[in-house]
């Protein structure tokens, strides 16, 4: 077991997952402060019940995700907006309160298995193409009521320039390039819509069932407890099992003409600690 400060949050991360966070409370500009000069990473850990590290009303969930920092900017009055990016599940053993007073971790962290290899394979090239089908009839849909999905992910494409890693989300593309970060905003709904679907069409994930099923999982607009279920699934052929469900319900849906499930507002509001 390794010890890991912990961030509960209204929001289930996983590996690969982008998750930007503004932190303005004294105990969490400690904890991240901490990671930083020490180059550690914290647990991102979903809150079933509850809202304050403090409550003996909080309820977390067993399984969350390491939370890698790859940007870290400071306000002059103490506050950081800071980009994580999901890095290894973990089980929580045991948690104790830290004298500044946020949580504190006793984790084990979780192997990643696949399971049948072939079934692997045959699930991952059925999700990827009902991922793209639904991000096809999604994105109008949300066009339509003005939204736009909430989750940034991180993915590989190729170029023609070479390999470059890029963070892609509906609001638009962070590009890495070695240490230098670049943004990019589109302007328009189609613009979204374009650098979505391109992302999607271009990542490697094919070739690696599990990171596909994550990035999925990080991208399908599902409730929290749904995500927190495929986060915690125990091999990479049950969760796209799983996936190839949500998927296939999700479309017949979408081409009825229901709106899709949007993550709460709140979300939003909490990623603010």
Known sequence: MIEIPLFPLHTVLCPGVA??????EE????????CID??????????RHGREVGSSALRIADVGTTALIREAGRYPD??????TVGGTRFRIEGVEEHHDGYLVGWVTHLDERLGDERRANAYADRVRQRFLRYLEMLQPALEDDGGQPEIEVEIEVETEGGETDV????SGLVVSRGEEMVRATPGTNEDRRELLMAAARRLKAPGDPTALSYVVTGLV???LPSRQLLLEAPDTVSRLRR??????REIQLLGRGL???????????LRRN
């Open 243 to 248: 996936l190839d469900g949500i998927l296939a």
């Open 221 to 223: 607009q599902v409730e």
């Open 27 to 34: 105990r969490y500009r400690r904890m991240i402060g901490r």
């Open 167 to 170: 963070e892609g989300s509906s």
């Open 259 to 269: 709106k899709p499930l949007l993550v709460d507002s709140k979300v939003g509001a």
């Open 78 to 83: 103490g506050r950081m907006d800071i980009v």
């Open 38 to 47: 020490r180059e550690e990473s914290f647990g991102v850990v979903l809150i």
């Open 19 to 24: 998750l930007p966070l503004h932190i303005f």
